[in-house]
């Protein structure tokens, strides 16, 4: 077998493993969205039907009936969205800082931001609960905001960290040497460098907020005030768990996620390429 012989077989393998790879990690949202098309007979059969016939929307004209609906996806919404531009805002220019001036106690403000990246949320809740209680942000969508971007900033400050060290000073030099204040420069020069980070960063931060659910059913009493994680949990009650809905809800509660990968994706991809080129 000659050597072009041996490494088509291996790019074949490799193929045939990615293939596998893909089908073993996509086959729950599958299975995910076929349930959720099933009448509510043959979600809980024992016959397993791979296909969703006979095909009805009923679970998803429950979930969206469902009470508290409309106001927990703008909590959700408002939340999010608050804790993507506060976490990138504050994140890029503590990076910046990082990266671009030397100040004492550098290393050791990055040495904590790395450690508390490391500590299990599930052990903050009670920190973080009498911290909120003491502050009067208990059953508030700010206190809740304000706890999902502490969970984030760290990540994200390392993330665009790496990518400022990556941008070369003389080109802000250059810039300052032309009249540029040093606003300018992070507004013309340094953001559209570091755009695919950003990007990534705030995907991750959107993630985090959207999906949490423990934080806000601890921090919140008043089912107004929930987000749609919570929501979700009503479907399992005393008498049972309503699964059609829940698996519909789900689908449903996936979709802004979805959209908002779809919207910055291209961003990403273009920014990364860009970078490369300006490289």
Not at 204 to 211: D, E, G, P
Not at 232 to 252: E, H, M, P, Q, R
């Amino acid at each position: 077998m000659t050597s072009r012989q041996t490494t088509g077989a291996r790019r074949g393998l490799l193929n045939i493993g990615a293939v596998l790879f893909c089908a073993v990690w996509a086959f729950p949202v599958y299975w995910m969205l076929n349930t959720a098309f099933k009448p509510q007979g043959d979600i809980l059969s024992s016959t397993p039907h791979f296909l969703p016939f006979p095909f009805t929307l009923g679970n998803f004209f429950t979930a969206v009936r469902r009470p508290h609906f409309g106001t927990d996806l703008l909590n959700s919404a408002l939340v999010t969205c608050s804790v993507v531009v506060v976490a990138i805002g504050l994140a890029f220019l503590a990076a910046t800082a990082l990266t671009r001036f030397r100040f004492l106690g550098r290393r050791g403000f990055l040495i904590i931001v790395l450690a508390v990246q490391m500590v299990p949320q599930p052990a903050l809740v009670i920190p973080l609960f009498l911290g909120l209680k003491s502050l009067h942000m208990l059953n508030t969508l700010i206190g809740l905001s304000l706890t999902y971007t502490a969970f984030v900033l760290p990540l994200t400050i390392w993330v665009l960290r790496g990518f400022l060290q990556g941008v070369p000073v003389e080109l802000e030099e250059a810039a300052m040497v032309d009249g540029a204040g040093r606003l300018t420069v992070i507004r013309r020069i340094l953001l559209p460098l570091v755009m695919p980070g950003v990007v990534a960063t705030s995907v991750f931060a959107f993630i985090t907020a959207w999906n949490d659910y423990t934080y806000a059913y601890v921090m919140m009493d008043d089912q107004a005030k929930y987000t749609l994680p919570v929501w979700l949990a009503s479907f399992s009650t005393a008498v049972g768990t309503d699964y059609g809905g829940l698996i519909a809800a789900t689908s449903l509660f996936a979709i802004p996620v979805i959209v908002f990968f779809m919207l910055v994706q291209r961003r990403l991809v273009a920014g990364m390429t860009a970078g490369a080129v300006k490289g």
